[in-house]
C-alpha cells in the first residue's frame, strides 16, 4: 500500500526539495502551493498524511487543519512553520496537527516523523495487532507469538512493529535508520548495528517457534513477508 502525501507549501523548491526526497521512499506525494489547490486536492481524494506550511499566499494553514477535522478525514498532519511562527504553529497543533518541525529542518529528521505518525494512525483505533502467529498491544507494548509472550528489547519492538506496519514492502536500511533509530536521525545509524539487531529478532522470533519473515533482500534492505 502506498503512502499519499499531500504536501502544501508556496515555496516551491522546498515542496519540490521534500517531494523528490520522500518519493525516493516510496511515498506517494502531490503538492500544493496555494490554499485554493489545497482545498481542490483534498476534494479529490484523501491523503494518509498532510505536510501543511502555515502561511500560504493565499489563506492561513489552520484554516485548513479546521477544514480537514470538519470533514472527518483521518490524515496526519505535520507542521511545516518558521521559527517566529510559533503562536500560530500553537493555534495549529490546538486545531488537530499531529507533529511540526521547524523550518528549516532535516530531510532525515522528517522522514523520521513521518514514519512515526504513519505508524501511530496505523494502529490507531486497534491496540492489538495480529501477523499470523505474532500477536502484539502497542499499548503495554507486549508482543505474543503462538500465545505466549516473547521479551524483546525496545529497539527489537519497534524493528517489529515497523516491519508488521510495512509487511511486504521492501524496506531500504534506511528507511529503518530513520524510523526505528529517530532520535538519532542526524546521525548514521551503522548498517551493523541493524544488522546485529534485525539478527537478534530474528533468533528471538524463531526461537518461539514463529515462522521466518525477515527477509534480506540484496543490497537494498529488508522484506517481511509470509
Ligand atoms: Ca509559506
Redesign the pocket.
Known sequence: MRINILIV???RNLAEEVSSYLEHFQYQCRIAMTYADALEALSEKQYDIILL????PDGHGTDLINHIKRKKFESGIIILSAIDELDMRVQALNAGADDYLVKPFHMSELNARLNALVRRNKFKGNNDIEFFEIKADTVKKIVLVNDKPLPLTQKEYELLMYFISNAGKVITKDAISFSVWSSHSDMDVSNEIIYTHIKNLRKKLLQAGCNDYIRSVYGVGYKFQA
Not at 53 to 56: E, T
Open positions: 507549501e508556496d515555496e506550511d502555515l502561511r500560504l
